[in-house]
C-alpha cells in the first residue's frame, strides 16, 4: 500500500505571495492532519480535515487554511507569506477514528523558503 | 493544556551500547495515547509505537522498548545495542480522545550513534 504522498517537495516563495500544499493520504484513510515544523517551535498542528469538514484546528492565523476533497486528497494553503512561514509542512492521514485509537503515518513533508 | 518534554536535546553513544530517550508528558485527561515517532534526516515521520493511558504493560519489540509509568507520567524509550542507523531525532507525543491539539509533541532527542 502507498504511503502519504505531498507534493511539491520544495519550494521558494517570496513574502507576500501565497502558496499551496498538496497531500494524498493512504488509500482508505479519511482523515488529514497539517503540521507545521521549525527549529524554533517545534511540531505544531495547523488543522485536521475529515469527510471534507474541518474537525480541529491548531493555534494558527487566518492565513493559514485548508480543504479536503472528496477523494479525501486535502490542500494547505498559506496568503501573505512571512518569513516565519519557513518551514517543514508535514500532511499525516489516519482512518479517522477517535483520536488516538488510530495512528497517524506522516509524509515526506514539503519544506518551503520563503525570501 | 497538554504538554510533552524531552530533556535530553541530544545523546551521542557508540555503537552497541544501550540508550534511553527519556519522555514526561502532563495532561488532565484520564484518556490519553502516547506515541513515539523517529524522523531520520530525511525528514518522513516514521511511526513506532502507541499506546493508551489503561494500558502500563511496558512493550519489546526487537531492541525497542518502552517503559510507561503512569505514576511518573513518564514514557521512555530504550534501544538495546544500538546501530548506526538509529541515528535520527525521535518524538514523543500526546494526544487525547477529542483531537483538540493534534498530536501534542515533545522537542524531540536527537540521537546519534558513532560507530
Known amino acids: 500500500k502507498a504511503g502519504v504522498t505531498q507534493t511539491p517537495r520544495y519550494l521558494i516563495k517570496t513574502r507576500g505571495q501565497q502558496v499551496t500544499l498538496s497531500c494524498s493520504p493512504i488509500s482508505g484513510h479519511r482523515s488529514v492532519s497539517w503540521y507545521q515544523q521549525t527549529p524554533g517551535q517545534g511540531l505544531q498542528f495547523l488543522f485536521e480535515y475529515f469527510s471534507e469538514t474541518q474537525r480541529n484546528k491548531g493555534n494558527f492565523p487566518g492565513r493559514f487554511s485548508g480543504r479536503q476533497f472528496s477523494n479525501s486528497r486535502s490542500e494547505m494553503n498559506v496568503s501573505t507569506l512571512e518569513l516565519g512561514d519557513s518551514a517543514l509542512y508535514l500532511c499525516a492521514s489516519s482512518l479517522g477514528g477517535t483520536w488516538g485509537t488510530d495512528t497517524q503515518y506522516f509524509g515526506p513533508g514539503t519544506r518551503l523558503t520563503v525570501l | 493544556a497538554q504538554k510533552v518534554t524531552q530533556a535530553q536535546t541530544e545523546i551521542s553513544v557508540v555503537e552497541k551500547e544501550d540508550v534511553t530517550l527519556d519522555c514526561v508528558y502532563e495532561?488532565?485527561?484520564?484518556?490519553?495515547?502516547l506515541f513515539w515517532y523517529k524522523q531520520p534526516p530525511s525528514g518522513e515521520l516514521v511511526f513506532l509505537i502507541r499506546r493508551n493511558s489503561f494500558d502500563e504493560q511496558n512493550e519489546i519489540s526487537g531492541r525497542y522498548s518502552w517503559n510507561f509509568q503512569k505514576s511518573t507520567s513518564s514514557f521512555n524509550f530504550t534501544i538495546t545495542a544500538s546501530q548506526v542507523v538509529d541515528s535520527a531525532v525521535y518524538f514523543c507525543?500526546?494526544?487525547?480522545?477529542?483531537?483538540?491539539?493534534?498530536?501534542?509533541f515533545g522537542k524531540g532527542t536527537h540521537l546519534i550513534i558513532q560507530p
Open positions: 507525543a500526546l494526544t487525547t480522545g477529542g483531537g483538540a491539539d493534534g498530536l501534542t
Open positions: 495532561t488532565r485527561d484520564t484518556t490519553y495515547y
